[in-house]
């Protein structure tokens, strides 16, 4: 029950260039879309979200992308640095009740950005 | 800047027995949300909670796994009989008011002999 896709296990990009990160979702209830980077042996660290009544989101080098009818969103990072290199998660939630908004999670794109 | 903290890193145990992971979440959240990952797959999602109770739960969520917020600050899962299978990542999370954001802390590593 993939829910949440990202179809890209790994992704190599040059320093200074635009990294781009793909998710789809099934779920037409999914209202929220989250990024997550994430170190080896470390949690998850927010990176950005955007709400479904939003089709643009932009957090310094980070842009996220929202296609609703299309059900999937992009993460943009321009320029790649090293310190980007890390496993990116798309995660989507919907709020069952007065906030409670469990996260499903794609099974994540490794990047490497290349010096 | 406040950060979700959890304890140990890494504990093992022996099949069968009790395991207590402790988490403190950041002092304004109301939510708190358990999560876990078994090596090389996803981040699932294990439990939700508020206001002292679970608001929501899994199907991994079984008789085998509670949870409590035995004071203000504290907020631990208890997996009770611990298998194999249990042997993961576990990460704890949490959310502020007026917002679905969650934040993770570091994970508390899991292994079961």
């Known amino acids: 029950d993939q829910q949440v896709k990202q179809n890209s296990p790994s992704l190599s990009v040059q320093e200074g260039r635009i990294s781009i990160l793909n998710c789809d979702y099934t779920n037409s209830m999914f209202d929220y879309f989250l990024w ?13 979200s955007i709400s ?9 080098r980070f842009t996220v992308f929202l296609n609703k009818s299309a059900k999937h969103l992009s ?3 321009v320029p790649s640095q090293p310190g980007d290199s890390a496993v990116y998660f798309c995660a989507a939630s919907y709020d069952r009740n007065s906030g409670n908004t469990p996260l499903v999670f794609g099974k994540g794109t490794r990047l490497s950005v290349i010096a | 800047e406040p950060e979700v903290t959890q304890t ?23 939510y708190f949300y358990w999560y876990r990952q078994i090596l090389g797959q996803k981040v699932e999602f294990l439990v939700s909670f508020y206001n002292n109770e679970i608001s929501e739960k899994s199907e991994i969520f079984d008789d085998q796994f509670s949870v409590e917020r035995p004071d203000g600050s504290n907020f ?8 194999l299978e249990d042997s993961a990542m576990y990460f704890c999370a949490s959310s502020p008011p007026a917002t679905d954001t ?12």
């Open chain 1, 36 to 48: 997550y980077k994430k170190y080896p042996a470390e949690g998850p660290t927010f990176l950005i």
């Open chain 1, 52 to 60: 479904s009544i939003k089709d643009k989101n932009e957090d310094g």
């Open chain 1, 75 to 77: 993460l943009h990072i």
């Open chain 2, 8 to 30: 140990p890193s890494h504990q093992v145990t022996q099949m069968g027995q009790e395991v207590i992971l402790r988490c403190v979440p950041i002092s304004n959240h109301l």
């Open chain 2, 76 to 83: 631990t899962l208890k997996i009770r009989s611990t298998k």
């Open chain 2, 102 to 113: 969650q934040y993770f802390g570091p994970g508390t590593r899991l292994t079961v002999l």
